[in-house]
């Protein structure tokens, strides 16, 4: 079926030269794409500027004279070596983006991070003070008290508002799914889906819904590495003319249990073992061992988390699969059951396990790096939505439960049916408020 043409507003497809100088900015680790010409790309060039004035002094020649008392009285003038550009002394690669967020490019060697902050400044002045539920109020720095020395009273409402409001700044990491990256986008329906559906992103061909998208390891903590060997999270949360839809799942269309009554102890198998806190966003343990040796089930889960697919090389070559079986329903209530699958757009590619294992030592934030450049270079990453439908009546004629999120739906019987895509194209503007915070029906 022939899909409408993409929203002008948006890159559609990026060169593949503008693909190669976004990853040939990341130095932690080996790009996706041959490295541009160092004549071509000014941080291809600062790179390799930066590598010549490494290489002109490859040690302290005046070292041995900062040592001694007369010498810590008079210490003798230091080695130094001239950068044969002003592209080695910038700040970062990223002060040569150019987008509404950070203005223009900034000049070569300056530092963006020490200006003036003049440009990000809120004038209060005028406005009146308020509770966070918008009460207006004289003073929130001095507590209501019985008498001029007397206890701080209850009835102080503004004290409670900003001590809970205090302790509430930080919330708990999640269980599982702490370590995690997001981005903003839109998915766009190919087709209006009236005989299936009467979800509103499926309302009408073209119709675009903005997308908030969060990608996150499974095991490991906040600050854990992001190329463990590890399921990942795939969640995606519409925002819709009706109100919002979450569509939860994972980069692996099998799950571990069939019963979520063993979630709980599969969680805690999986986390590190009580003793030691060892280790850190891995199943190599015996405690997760034991638990799946226990399970049988668990055995097909097993063959996808062993293998590369457990260590996808980018968020934006890694699959997505709703996992469970989910039920449409349309305007004259009849009922379908769906699959859904997000398919990458740069294909699906993995990380060999040395691969992953230098990454994590190079860049523990690899993952999360590669998402934010990505976005920010106009590389957007994007996948296409598709669903195997099937009645009750076919899924009756299945040799396996459809219920049963350890089983697949085999493409041979149900062939997957393109219906949207989904672009990622714009970055948070603060990860706790907007990453941290968000969160996701599972229903």
Request: glycine share 6%; charged share 25%; aromatic share 8%.
């Amino acid at each position: 079926m022939a899909k409408p043409p993409s929203t002008p507003a948006v890159k559609k497809s990026v060169k593949k030269s503008t693909a190669a100088k976004a990853a040939a900015r990341n130095t932690d680790s080996g790009p996706s794409y041959p490295a541009p010409a160092a004549d071509d790309d000014a941080a291809a060039r600062k790179m390799e500027d930066t590598q010549t004035t490494a290489a002109a002094m490859p040690f302290n020649a005046t070292k041995a004279g900062e040592h001694g008392a007369a010498n810590g009285m008079a210490p003798p003038q230091g080695q130094s070596v001239s950068p044969p550009s002003r592209l080695v002394t910038g700040s970062t690669l990223s002060e040569m983006q150019v987008n509404a967020k950070v203005g223009t490019q900034a000049a070569p060697g300056t530092n963006p991070g020490v200006l003036p902050l003049d440009r990000v400044r809120v004038d209060s002045s005028g406005q009146a003070l308020t509770t966070n539920q918008g009460v207006r109020i004289a003073d929130n720095q001095n507590s209501l008290k019985a008498g001029t020395r007397g206890p701080v009273l209850l009835e102080d409402f503004i004290l409670r508002d900003k001590l809970t409001h205090f302790d509430h700044e930080r919330i708990p990491e999640r269980i599982v799914h702490a370590r995690g990256s997001a981005a903003h986008g839109f998915f766009e329906a190919y087709e209006a889906l009236p005989d299936l559906t009467v979800a509103a992103p499926f309302k009408a061909a073209g119709k675009i819904t903005p997308v908030f998208v969060r990608f996150s390891t499974v095991q490991g903590e906040r600050g854990s590495k992001d190329t463990a060997r590890d399921v990942r999270g795939f969640a995606v949360k519409f925002y819709t003319d009706e109100g919002n839809w979450d569509l939860v799942g994972n980069n692996i269309p099998v799950f571990f249990i069939q019963d979520a009554m063993k979630f709980p102890d599969l969680v805690h198998a999986v986390k590190p073992e009580p003793h030691h806190q060892m280790p850190q966003a891995a199943s190599a343990h015996d405690t997760f061992w034991d638990f799946v040796s226990l399970m049988p089930e668990s055995t097909h889960m097993l063959m996808w988390v062993m293998s590369d697919r457990a260590i996808p090389r980018s968020y934006a070559t890694m699959q997505g699969f709703g996992v469970h079986s989910y039920r449409l329903v349309n305007a004259d209530g009849e009922s379908v059951f769906v699959k859904f699958h997000w398919s990458p757009k740069f294909g699906t590619h993995s990380l060999t396990w040395d691969e992953a294992v230098k990454i994590s030592g190079a860049d523990p934030d690899y993952h999360r790096r590669d998402l934010w450049e990505r976005i920010e270079s106009g590389a957007f990453p994007e996948w296409e939505l598709g669903i195997q439908v099937f009645t009750e009546e076919d899924a009756a004629r299945f040799s396996f439960d459809i219920l049963d999120a350890t089983k697949i739906v085999p493409e041979e019987l149900v062939p997957i049916r393109p219906i949207g895509r989904m672009v990622l194209n714009r970055n948070p503007d603060n990860f706790f408020a907007e990453t941290e915070q968000v969160a996701f029906c599972t229903a």
